[in-house]
């Protein structure tokens, strides 16, 4: 929705925070306003979504004048709070819903408020600002301290704009490449600067000078949410209130269970597509094109849906557009593919666009999981569901006992050290990494893996995805894709409610017969029984990131990672890292890409980085 940012502290200036918010400007395209006196800078840009008029402005007061407000997001059950606490407002926005509230609960507001948010409240009487992030960090907020002063943001370049001297973070560059994880803590590939947590808030009292860090939501798998509601009710309720806006919106989608998913319940509340833009983009390589598919849907529904080729020479001359805009390393093509279908397949009046990230985060999709399954099976001398479930899981992937074997050691190994992608496969590095392992698996123990305490393997792992590894970067990614041509990405499958309800289940109702996601498989039977796309077996090579590497790509690539200056401050043995690359081209067995792809992304960084 918007683009914020504040200083605080100690003469905070003025220019800056004009500087910030003309860097980020990209996110809020209709209007900037700013605020200040001795303490506290504030600064906006606005993307117009509810109330379109000047009414819904920022920075906002509440009546009394006393807090003032900076807001990027969307609080989804604004019109109902303004109902229950019967609050008056001049305008139709949620913004001005959500000052007023604070004005009369203050901290308890985090607890009822539903949405998408980042948000930053002064309070002038007491003189404390509130740094607000919403429950699972959909929206992003920065900050760094520099002498004196504290400067936030919602983009790192909008820190970047005006603070001097900032070094890539060595440390997150070698846990990055020996785990794969990155947006995995408050800790970003800049060293002093850092994000809010997801479901937190931070208070700073600027006559004292000091600050609290404070959990208002968190997921508990002994808590049994909502299970007595029915989960066709929470995804309806989720797709009413988030198409909600002034504005026009889209889809983007796949030919996945997500995306169907998505068209079924839209169809459910609107009888059709209505002015609903469905967009999708494809690679025509054969083995990967899923044209045939998005026709079969567009019939299948009586959708039009809106396709855009991504072809080897996007990926070439986007890469510096793509990664510019999400600031830090970003996961594969599919980005690129992603941004490019933002920027070209939707007009400037539609400014709200929705998506279906996070069903395999929530619903044990990832084919990884089976492996974690499979632990608890063994733990809790399930030894008979233990060999049933392989024998269906071996019969659906269409592999033998050996395969089985190299693909369950591998999950369990980036169970405990990370390092494995989505389909269980794991990049070779063959030893050219200048990076002390032990030390790196003993932070990923420390900071990751014994924080998501859980009786169940699979309920740890599940938690680590949604809050240290697969889900926060592609929410960031996916909101720079979006907010770099001043759209708003939402995600209704991951309504709070749903992932509640769905991190209740036991872990029989997450994978059943060697079916992943068999709960949410099995509420698409239930309400969509007529719907042939359900049962289609799950794709675990969605794009030819591999393919094109190794081929029409290779030069580009190659150029790039065996430049004379590129040796990431002494981590890369070059000669070793040249005799690699010539045989991932010839090498057929090679088959994940994702460390290369991990060194173009630090080529980048290094290189706009002054290195």
């Known amino acids: 929705m918007c683009g914020i940012a504040s200083i605080f502290g100690k003469n905070p200036s003025a220019t800056d925070i004009k500087k910030m918010i003309s860097a980020i400007g990209h996110r809020g395209p209709d209007h900037q306003g700013f605020y200040s006196d001795n303490f506290v800078q504030l600064g906006s840009c606005r993307l117009s979504i509810f109330d379109l008029s000047n009414k819904g402005n920022m920075p906002m007061e509440d009546k009394s004048k006393r807090f003032s407000i900076i807001y990027n997001g969307e609080i989804y059950n604004f019109?109902?709070?303004k109902k229950t606490y019967n609050l008056n407002t001049v305008s139709n926005s949620d913004t001005e819903v959500l000052i007023e509230l604070f004005s009369k609960l203050e901290e308890k507001t985090f607890e009822v408020i539903k949405g998408i948010y980042a948000f930053i409240i002064?309070?002038?009487?007491?003189?404390?600002?509130?740094?607000?992030?919403?429950?699972?960090?959909?929206?992003p907020l920065y900050y760094s301290k520099i002498n004196l002063n504290y400067y936030?943001?919602?983009?790192?370049?909008?820190?970047?704009?005006?603070?001097?001297?900032?070094?890539?973070?060595?440390?997150?560059?070698?846990?990055?490449?020996?785990?794969?994880?990155?947006?995995?803590s408050k800790d970003t590939f800049f060293e002093n600067i850092h994000q809010v947590a997801q479901g937190s808030y931070i208070i700073f009292d600027l006559e004292k000078n000091t600050n609290i860090e404070k959990k208002y939501w968190s997921?508990?798998?002994?808590?049994?949410?909502?299970?007595?509601?029915?989960?066709?009710?929470?995804?309806l309720n989720s797709f009413k209130l988030q198409q909600m806006s002034d504005t026009k919106i889209g889809l983007n989608i796949s030919s996945g269970i997500d995306s169907n998913l998505m068209i079924g319940y839209l169809n459910k509340l609107n009888n059709g597509q209505k002015n609903i833009s469905a967009n999708s983009y494809f690679y025509a390589d054969k083995k990967f094109d899923h044209r045939n598919e998005l026709e079969e849907m567009s019939s299948f529904y009586g959708w039009k849906i809106n396709t855009l080729e991504i072809t080897p020479k996007d990926v070439m001359e986007s890469f510096d557009e793509v990664a510019y805009f999400q600031d830090e390393p970003f996961p594969g093509i599919t980005t690129i593919s992603k941004h490019l279908l933002v920027k070209k397949n939707y007009l400037s009046d539609c400014k709200v666009i929705l998506e279906g990230q996070g069903g395999d985060d929530i619903a044990a999709g990832y084919k990884y999981y089976f492996p974690i399954y499979l632990l608890d099976k063994i733990f809790n001398f399930e030894l008979k569901d233990f060999f049933t479930e392989i024998f269906y899981f071996k019969k659906k992937e269409n592999i033998n006992l050996p395969e089985f074997l190299f693909f369950f050691l591998n999950s369990i190994k980036g169970f405990y050290k990370g390092g494995i992608s989505a389909d269980g496969t794991v990049a070779q590095k063959n030893g050219f990494l200048n990076i002390d392992a032990e030390n790196i698996n003993?932070?990923?123990?420390?900071?990751?893996?014994?924080?998501?305490?859980?009786?169940?393997y699979l309920?740890?792992?599940?938690?680590?995805?949604?809050?240290?590894?697969k889900l926060p970067r592609i929410l960031r990614t996916v909101d720079r894709a979006s907010m770099a041509y001043g759209k708003e990405i939402r995600v209704p499958i991951l309504d709070e409610n749903i992932v509640e309800y769905f991190y209740s289940l036991n872990s029989d109702e997450y994978i059943k017969k060697g079916n992943l996601r068999h709960k949410y498989r099995e509420l698409f039977l239930n309400h969509f029984k007529d719907n042939k796309f359900i049962l289609k077996k799950k794709k675990y090579l969605p794009d030819p990131q591999t393919d094109w590497l190794k081929t029409k790509l290779f030069d580009w690539m190659f150029e790039k990672l065996t430049r004379q200056n590129f040796d990431l401050n002494g981590i890369l043995n070059k000669k070793k890292l040249k005799e690699y690359l010539l045989n991932f081209k010839i090498n057929k067995n090679i088959?994940?890409?994702?460390?290369?792809?991990?060194?173009l992304n630090l080529e980048y960084l290094y290189k706009k980085n002054n290195y």
Do not use: M, P
């Open 79 to 81: 019109k109902e709070l």
């Open 122 to 139: 002064y309070d002038k009487l007491k003189k404390k600002i509130f740094c607000v992030r919403d429950r699972l960090g959909v929206k």
């Open 152 to 184: 936030f943001c919602s983009e790192i370049k909008g820190l970047k704009s005006v603070i001097d001297k900032i070094s890539v973070n060595s440390e997150t560059v070698k846990f990055y490449l020996q785990s794969s994880f990155y947006d995995y």
């Open 219 to 235: 997921l508990d798998s002994k808590k049994k949410y909502l299970l007595s509601r029915d989960l066709d009710s929470l995804f």
């Open 442 to 456: 003993r932070i990923y123990k420390n900071t990751i893996f014994d924080f998501c305490k859980d009786e169940s």
């Open 459 to 469: 309920k740890k792992i599940i938690f680590r995805d949604l809050f240290f590894c």
């Open 591 to 599: 088959n994940n890409s994702n460390f290369i792809w991990q060194l």
